[in-house]
């Protein structure tokens, strides 16, 4: 090889690495200044930037167990935000969960969010999502939450975590007296508003623009999007808001009084052997757990008078809600409302007699059946009828009679594609159909969640095609208010007419169910789904 030539090679490897640099500094910036302090995260494949595990709110542990969230003590040297915080205080998964989500470490110091964004972003809109799980289960750190695939699509995307189960929302006469809003419970709710606060600080460093944030949820999460809206605490805060599964009326999101809810308090005190406040805040974090059982103690949001000034319902009917445009909907299969498995048509027939007694026959004119697979479709029909697509709609018409920005809604009623003989503990692929939080992977293009520790799902092309459409749908609702995007067209919900848009097998305008089914349900007890039957 000539001089000349090992010269060429050289330069030729200079040169590519040279580019590799430049293309590494040009994937964004790993390092950023917050109001707290120097904060550096790390780039990924992809070419997005993660910022995971950054504090935003001091740890609620000893004497602030039970206080409203404090802001951190800001530090100078870097804080290197490259994996993900604990996640709250829960219960553990099982390997053999549908959203297994690796070893799951778990602490009471837990109030920290992650940041994705990606090169070149500015004054991007913004997406919070606040996740799921009943209020007593879930964290930002499971990879279906993830915002890489957001990222990619021109916004810049945050989740965190808040504190759950009783630590999250137990209120107690003990503790409304020593705080300086006489309220206690919503702690968890609280986290949140901390969370936008910081949100509102600091987005702007990773190329967010905070006069443009939407903030998301589903399940739990999507209940406290509604209670987000409702509260005066948010003023400004966010400018839309996405519910997906969990809304007016549904399960934990309907609110007990503020002295219910101390009631419920002192119950648990009683129940975990406490004399008072200052023994459960001396109690070891993983003993703090609210019993499953008939009768026991419950948690869950309260009308504090601070955060929730009155129930829900009530707020939007003064038109005191932030008045933000609203993407709200529901899963096809989705079924909280009490029938639970139904064997075959004559199984149908008597559980709606049991249930509804002498307007059993009005029900079955709703939802006739006359085989026993019909039955069994029309009973799954019911339980979302009663709980989610009720609720949803609930929500959309409350904005709509008392605000002015427009509603778009959905149904999904896509199932996933599962890998062959696939075995779940808590769902089964055969029937599962659309089922409760089977939309999320889509929407937020985290489809390859369910392949990280086995392989649960075969997922297609087709599928893949379909999660980006909706990912950008999402991002154009960020971005305008307004979800339309190349693949799918929405309609504005009309309360007259009502219409959504269907995500199954392919997209389509469909109607509502009808409403004389939803004004049925209204006038028949609800099965309770309090003490976290919304677990995903």
């Given at each position: 090889m000539t001089m000349m030539r090992k010269k060429f090679r050289i330069l030729t490897a200079l040169g590519l690495l040279l580019a590799s640099s430049h293309a590494a500094l040009a994937a964004g910036p790993a390092r950023v200044t917050l109001d707290s302090g120097p904060v550096e995260g790390k780039r990924l494949n992809s070419g997005a930037t993660a910022f995971l595990g950054i504090p935003f709110a001091a740890p609620p542990v000893r004497d602030l167990r039970w206080k409203d969230p404090q802001p951190v003590i800001p530090w100078k040297d870097t804080y290197h935000a490259d994996r993900f915080g604990p996640q709250c205080m829960q219960p553990q998964r099982g390997l053999l969960t549908n959203q297994y989500s690796g070893a799951?470490?778990?602490?009471?110091?837990?109030?920290?969010?992650n940041v994705w964004t990606?090169?070149?972003?500015k004054k991007a809109p913004v997406i919070v999502y606040i996740h799921g799980g009943g209020f007593f289960i879930g964290s930002s750190s499971m990879p279906i939450?993830?915002?890489?695939?957001v990222s990619r699509q021109g916004a810049v995307f945050v989740n965190f975590n808040y504190r759950t189960g009783a630590l999250g929302l137990m209120a107690h006469p003990q503790l409304s007296a020593e705080s300086p809003h006489k309220s206690s419970g919503n702690y968890g709710l609280l986290d949140q508003v901390a969370a936008l606060k910081w949100v509102r600080r600091n987005i702007a460093r990773f190329g967010g623009d905070p006069e443009n944030v939407t903030i998301a949820g589903q399940s739990a999460g999507s209940m406290s999007v509604l209670m987000q809206q409702a509260s005066p605490l948010t003023r400004g805060l966010f400018h839309r808001a996405v519910g997906m599964s969990g809304g007016l009326g549904a399960g934990p999101g309907a609110t007990m009084t503020l002295a219910e809810a101390e009631g419920e308090g002192v119950k648990l005190q009683k129940f975990l052997k406490a004399a008072d406040i200052e023994q459960l805040r001396a109690m070891p974090a993983d003993r703090i757990v609210v019993p499953r059982i008939a009768d026991g103690p419950k948690v869950g949001a309260n009308q504090d008078g601070y955060?929730?000034?009155?129930?829900?319902?009530n707020l939007f009917a003064k038109g005191a809600q932030n008045d933000v445009?609203?993407?709200?909907?529901?899963?096809?299969?989705?079924?909280f409302g009490g029938f639970g498995e139904v064997r075959g048509l004559d199984d149908y027939r008597a559980k709606a007699a049991a249930r509804f007694g002498d307007r059993a026959k009005d029900?079955?004119?709703?939802?006739?059946?006359?085989?026993?697979?019909?039955a069994k479709a029309q009973a799954r029909a019911a339980d979302r009828d009663s709980t989610m697509a009720s609720a949803m709609a609930r929500w959309a018409e409350a904005q709509l009679s008392h605000g002015k920005n427009r509603v778009f809604t959905y149904q999904f009623s896509r199932a996933h594609s599962y890998a062959p003989g696939v075995k779940l503990t808590d769902l089964d692929p055969a029937t599962a159909g659309a089922y409760h939080t089977s939309e999320v992977p889509f929407w937020l293009g985290t489809l390859d969640s369910f392949n990280r520790y086995r392989t649960t799902r075969n997922w297609?092309?087709?599928?893949r095609a379909f999660s980006l459409a909706m990912t950008r749908s999402l991002v154009a609702f960020?971005?305008?208010?307004?979800?339309d995007a190349a693949e799918m067209k929405w309609p504005a919900y009309d309360p007259k007419a009502p219409t959504l848009i269907e995500l199954g097998t392919t997209v389509r305008t469909a109607p509502w169910p009808d409403r004389r089914k939803f004004e049925f349900f209204q006038n028949v007890p609800r099965p309770s789904m309090a003490g976290g039957a919304l677990r995903d």
């Open positions: 799951e470490i778990t602490s009471e110091d837990c109030l920290y969010l990606a090169p070149g972003l939450y993830s915002g890489e695939a955060f929730l000034p009155d129930t829900l319902e445009p609203l993407m709200l909907g529901f899963a096809h299969d989705e079924s029900f079955l004119d709703l939802y006739p059946a006359a085989t026993d697979v019909e297609t092309s087709a599928d960020a971005r305008t208010g307004n979800p």
